[in-house]
């Protein structure tokens, strides 16, 4: 069995959020603490492993994350990294359809080599800051939101740019204000760099303390900041050391985010 790793969200190798992406040979899952150990060593923020599904129904291939210590009913950059796999293996051709934790994910692919995936935007709910986080995170929230189930993180704007980038969180104690973490964010200091707003992931409850590049995160950013902006389309940076950019489209209750990737290893796994 092939097992790649993809660099997504960036068309550089060496930047972005790299994904393991294993395309299984057999039309099931194996058990889950298998794809758990082979998640484990990989030790990348997501595992990706997906298996083709019988022609005519509502998907073209079952798809499944896990970081090294759980799977996650949302992950962007594995997704985008397992439709950049199938592109150019010529495994799928055309946009194709994910069946997965969160519904059907569809990615379409676009001539210049980026991938759209539409997925469900986060709905936003106004939080209390509550007790602490402040000082776990590093800086005074200006606003705060839960984004709902399927990421289950707590959205939070500081006060600028400069603020986000020079975050030094407490991660162990982040873990208990939200189900999977902190998304920090702030407007872009000057959009003629090239993004409208941006970001940093923090994940502890996942065992991923900073996450280089967030697709799932981008859903509940997106509404939040084309609300802010008053534009459906923006470009946001996630700012971690590994850096990417991630555009994104607000439908409605689908939010379209797009972005290129680029394979950088390609093995057999023999276990």
């Not at 984004?147 to 993180?153: A, I, K």
């Not at 707590?154 to 939200?178: C, F, N, Q, W």
Request: proline share 7%; charged share 20%; aromatic share 6%.
């Amino acid at each position: 069995m092939r097992i790649r790793i993809v660099d997504a969200f960036t068309d550089r190798p060496f930047t972005g959020n790299p994904a393991g992406v294993l395309l299984l040979d057999h039309d099931t899952f194996p058990e889950e603490s298998r794809l758990q150990s082979v998640a484990l060593e990989v030790n990348h923020a997501e595992t990706a492993f997906a298996h083709r599904l019988p022609e005519g129904g509502d998907a073209d291939w079952a798809l499944r994350w896990f970081t090294p210590v759980t799977e996650v009913a949302m992950c962007g950059h594995a997704t985008l990294a397992t439709a950049h796999v199938l592109r150019t293996t010529g495994a799928h051709t055309g946009p194709v359809r994910f069946a997965t934790l969160s519904g059907v994910l569809i990615a379409t692919p676009h001539e210049d080599g980026s991938l759209t995936l539409d997925f469900p935007t986060a709905p936003l709910t106004p939080v209390e800051v509550p007790d602490g986080v402040a000082e776990a995170l590093g800086a005074e929230p200006l606003t705060t939101f839960d984004t709902g189930p399927n990421t289950g993180d707590l959205l939070i704007e500081v006060a600028d740019e400069k603020t986000v980038r020079g975050l030094t969180p407490d991660h162990k104690a982040l873990a208990r204000y939200s189900e999977r973490g902190i998304i920090a964010t702030a407007r872009a200091e000057d959009p003629s760099q090239g993004y409208d707003f941006l970001s940093r992931c923090f994940f502890p409850n996942v065992g991923i303390d900073e996450d280089p590049v967030t697709g799932s995160a981008h859903t509940a950013l997106a509404p939040y900041w084309s609300e802010r902006l008053g534009r459906p389309v923006l470009t946001g940076l996630q700012a971690s050391p590994r850096s990417g950019l991630v555009r994104t489209e607000l439908r409605g209750d689908r939010t379209l985010l797009t972005g290129h990737a680029v394979t950088v290893i390609e093995g057999e796994l023999l276990a």
